[in-house]
């Protein structure tokens, strides 16, 4: 092996290395047990009931056409997702059985 003087460490200038590593583990492991725990429950629960509340707000302000043109829309929306959602499914069927058959299939 060819040494040219650049890849030999001092033994106590490596294990220093190591010792201030170490140290700053301990202090990022310190730092992140002393952040508040995030509660997605209960973010969840604080997020669906602010929704909740804009939606009924903007609902309010709507006459009954815009309503029916609204919930109609709201519809042709879920439908079309749930199509994509399916077609998903399928598609990875598909590609979860070709990739099986591709595989060999496993013989003995």
Same mark, same amino acid.
């Given at each position: 092996?060819?040494?040219? /003087?650049?890849? &030999?460490?001092?033994?106590?200038?490596?294990? =220093? %290395? *190591? !010792?201030?590593?170490?140290?700053?583990?301990e !202090?990022?492991? &310190?730092? @992140? @047990? +002393?952040?508040? @725990?995030?509660?997605? +429950?209960?973010?969840?629960?604080? #997020? +669906? =009931? *602010?929704? =909740?509340?804009?939606k009924?707000?903007? %609902? /309010? $302000?709507?006459?009954?056409?815009?309503?029916?043109?609204?919930?109609?829309?709201?519809?042709?929306?879920?439908? #079309? @997702?749930r199509?994509?959602?399916?077609?998903?499914?399928?598609?990875?069927?598909?590609?979860t059985?070709? +990739?099986?058959?591709?595989? /060999?299939? $496993? $013989? /003995?």
């Amino acid at each position: 092996a060819l040494c040219t /003087g650049h890849e &030999v460490t001092e033994p106590d200038g490596s294990s =220093k %290395w *190591v !010792a201030q590593m170490n140290e700053a583990l301990e !202090a990022q492991r &310190v730092l @992140q @047990q +002393a952040l508040p @725990q995030h509660d997605e +429950a209960l973010h969840q629960q604080a #997020f +669906a =009931k *602010v929704w =909740k509340d804009l939606k009924q707000h903007e %609902w /309010g $302000g709507l006459d009954p056409d815009e309503r029916e043109e609204r919930q109609q829309h709201e519809e042709e929306l879920l439908t #079309f @997702q749930r199509e994509i959602q399916r077609r998903k499914r399928l598609q990875q069927r598909s590609s979860t059985s070709s +990739a099986t058959a591709t595989s /060999g299939g $496993g $013989g /003995g």
